[in-house]
């Protein structure tokens, strides 16, 4: 089971937040994508894929954030 940090408040500091944010997406992918590859079914597997593919788009977004 992956490791979730459970702090329920943001920082005051917006890099880390936006870093916080950055390890998330990256968790979320990581998992979406195990999901999608041990998925059979075809519906099961577009999906997947789906929100695999809206996650690298938040990832991208956050990215950019933190380098600006």
Do not use: M, W
Request: proline residues 3%; charged residues 35%.
């Amino acid at each position: 089971k992956p490791e979730i940090n459970t702090l329920d408040t943001c920082q005051a500091d917006d890099l880390a937040n936006l870093k916080e944010s950055h390890l998330r997406e990256e968790r979320a992918i990581k998992n979406y994508g195990t999901f999608l590859s041990e998925a059979e079914e075809p519906r099961v597997r577009e999906i997947f894929s789906a929100i695999v593919a809206v996650e690298s788009d938040h990832l991208s977004l956050s990215e950019e954030r933190i380098t600006d």
